[in-house]
């Protein structure tokens, strides 16, 4: 039968509680047991004992998580603004690229789809201005957020309103690129698939990739200040 480790106990309580940030989880544990480990060597004596006291001086370890869940979660969220706004730029940069493209094989928009083009157009400049707009925003507001000391409930609101900017944002561009998809897709038809159809696919597979990746990371955002919430609870 193994015998019983403070140490291991407490090693396996910290990484659970470091479980919004597996990468940080690994960090802290391995630092943890080897700053425990020597400890536990240099005081000698019976192990259980010496192991149970060096956990003890070491601190709790939800109290150690909430301190290192403040820094954390603010970075992985401005890492989420950067992504947001790269997102936006390679989305323009597409869409541009694509129009430069009709311009440059004289595609045009048959009779047939013109007038939704127009309707198309108009909303999908609308939608990009209104991502825009909330990618600027919620930049701005992480910009004037500092992490505290100590992970805290009202630190834990302020994150949530950045990720909801940050939503709103992708929920606006989800809707430029989906009429992009329309409005491309309708091209695409009316000319049969032909060989100067694979730029426009290209720098329309580009923004459905960017605006996976936004979305991916901000789920991933909201879903580790949850799990980082649970800390306030024990």
């Known amino acids: 039968m193994p015998q019983p480790s403070p140490v291991a106990d407490y090693l396996d309580a910290l990484t659970r509680a470091l479980a919004f940030d597996p990468a940080l989880a690994r960090r802290v544990r391995r630092e943890a047991a080897d700053h425990l480990g020597e400890v536990v060597e240099r005081d000698g004596g ?9 956990v003890a001086a070491f601190g709790d370890a939800h109290m150690l998580a909430r301190r290192f869940a403040a820094a954390s979660l603010m970075a992985q969220t401005r890492r989420t603004g950067a992504i947001m706004i790269a997102a936006l730029g390679g989305i323009y ?14 595609w045009g928009v048959s009779d047939e789809w013109r007038a939704m083009n127009t309707v198309g157009v ?3 400049r609308w939608a990009f201005l209104l991502a825009l707009a909330g990618a600027v925003m919620a ?8 992490a505290p000391p100590e992970f805290h409930r009202a630190y834990g609101h302020q994150l949530g309103r950045c990720v909801m900017l940050c939503a709103v ?12 998809t329309v409005l491309t897709g309708c091209r695409l038809y009316a000319a049969d698939f032909s060989a100067a159809a694979a730029i ?10 960017l605006t996976g990746v936004l979305v991916v990371h901000i789920h991933a955002v909201f879903r580790r200040a949850r799990c980082a919430a649970t800390l306030l609870d024990k």
């Open 93 to 106: 940069l597409a869409m541009k690229g694509r129009i430069a493209w009709y311009g440059i094989v004289q």
């Open 169 to 180: 944002a992708a929920a606006a561009l989800l809707v430029t690129v989906a009429i992009e």
């Open 46 to 54: 019976e192990r259980i004992t010496t192991e149970a006291r060096a």
């Open 122 to 124: 108009w909303l999908d």
């Open 139 to 146: 930049c701005g507001y992480i910009a004037t957020r500092r």
């Open 200 to 209: 426009p696919a290209l720098t329309l597979a580009i923004e459905l990739a």
